[in-house]
Nanobody, 111 residues
Framework: QVQLVESGGGLVQAGGSLRLSCVAS????????IRWHRQATGKQREFVAT???????IYADSVKGRFTISGDATKNTVYLQMNSLKPEDTAVYYC?????WGQGTQVTVSS
């Protein structure tokens, strides 16, 4: 089973930036298995982004052009660079791989 640990969340003003990190460990996996999701209070968890081994990264429409996902296989880490943040980006951000989920990191964007 894959273990995942997120970090990098925090409080930021609208228009600001944050970079989230997801470090993976455990059984056999690829950083291409790792994806980011988020869940705002009172809403369902939604897909945000994933990197793929072919065809480039995939983003939710709501974050295209503002978020960038990248990975460092030597560090078993996937990053989510979030720019031009909006209050509606406020959520707990989770990384996931195969059937495993991290504990989440809170991102709060103030208006």
């Amino acid at each position: 089973q894959v273990q995942l640990v997120e970090s990098g969340g925090g409080l930021v003003q609208a228009g600001g930036s944050l970079r989230l990190s997801c470090v993976a460990s455990g059984s056999t996996f690829s950083i291409y298995d790792i994806r980011w999701h988020r869940q705002a209070t009172g809403k369902q968890r939604e897909f945000v982004a994933t990197i793929t081994s072919a065809g480039g990264p995939i983003y939710a429409d709501s974050v295209k052009g503002r978020f960038t996902i990248s990975g460092d296989a030597t560090k078993n880490t996937v990053y989510l660079q979030m720019n031009s943040l909006k209050p509606e980006d406020t959520a707990v951000y989770y990384c996931a791989a195969q059937h495993s989920w991290g504990q989440g990191t809170q991102v709060t964007v103030s208006s």
